[in-house]
């Protein structure tokens, strides 16, 4: 079965930073991955997802993230971080089945500070 | 942009009392999906739901559980005779046609607390 793990818990970065969030996943092939972000009391909005080809993939709100196959990663990055960033982002990884359930890490809360 | 809504935002039942949770996907979308996520814990596939039948259902989703389109725009979970453990966040979520590639686009979630 698929896994995803988000080994971070909670993250605190200056704002203007640089940010990176890490995600391992586990699938026998190459599953079809998302980056959500979830802000409080709000659902979830797709920051980008990665399918197939070049393996930077660019998002929404300046978010961008890379697959490694040989790290089996989809790490999130973003250059310069706004305070508005602060919320809790989530990887998930999708099955290639016609039905293609989204199994998600735990998440990663991210705190922003001025 | 179109968007999932559901309804309501905040639902409150006591325990052993029965609830539906209101969904409507977007309009063109083809695959409807129910997401928990208890408070500080992770999000959990319950059910997918494609061509009026259920495609997949997790072990979370027992007979307690039943989903239902009963018309062309809603999409209903219903949990009969809740428990304390039925607390949790609930999400819709819908997507294209076609292979697995197309994203989820998720509603804002009920909360459903049983008391």
């Known amino acids: 079965a698929q896994s995803v793990t988000q080994p971070d818990i909670h993250i605190t970065v200056s704002e203007g930073a640089s940010l990176e969030l890490r995600c391992n996943y586990s699938?026998?092939?190459?599953?079809?991955l998302f980056w959500y972000v979830q802000s409080p009391g709000q659902g979830l909005q797709l920051l980008l997802k990665?399918?197939?080809?070049?393996?930077l993939v660019q998002g929404i709100k300046g978010f961008e993230a890379e697959f490694k196959r040989s790290q089996s990663s989809f790490n999130l990055r973003k250059p310069s971080v706004h305070w508005s960033d602060a919320a809790e982002y989530f990887c998930?990884?999708?099955?290639?089945?016609?039905?293609?359930?989204?199994?998600f890490g735990t998440g990663t809360r991210l705190q922003v500070t001025l | 942009e179109p968007e999932v809504t559901q309804t309501p935002s905040h639902q409150v039942t006591q325990m052993g009392q029965e609830v539906i949770l209101r969904c409507v996907p977007i309009?063109?979308?083809?695959?409807f999906y129910w997401y928990r996520q208890i408070l500080g814990q992770k999000v959990e596939f319950l059910v997918s739901?494609?061509?009026?039948?259920?495609?997949?259902k997790s072990e979370i989703f027992d007979d307690q559980f039943s989903v239902e389109r009963p018309d062309g725009s809603n999409f209903t979970l219903k949990i009969r005779s809740t428990k304390l453990e039925d607390s949790a966040m609930y999400f819709c979520?819908?997507?294209?046609?076609?292979?697995?590639?197309?994203?989820?686009?998720f509603g804002d979630g009920t909360r459903l607390s049983i008391l």
């Open positions: 739901f494609y061509n009026n039948e259920i495609s997949e």
């Open positions: 699938y026998g092939a190459t599953p079809y």
């Open positions: 998930a990884v999708g099955l290639t089945g016609t039905a293609s359930k989204l199994t």
């Open positions: 979520a819908s997507r294209n046609g076609g292979a697995g590639n197309q994203p989820q686009h």
């Open positions: 309009s063109n979308h083809l695959y």
């Open positions: 990665y399918f197939s080809g070049d393996t």
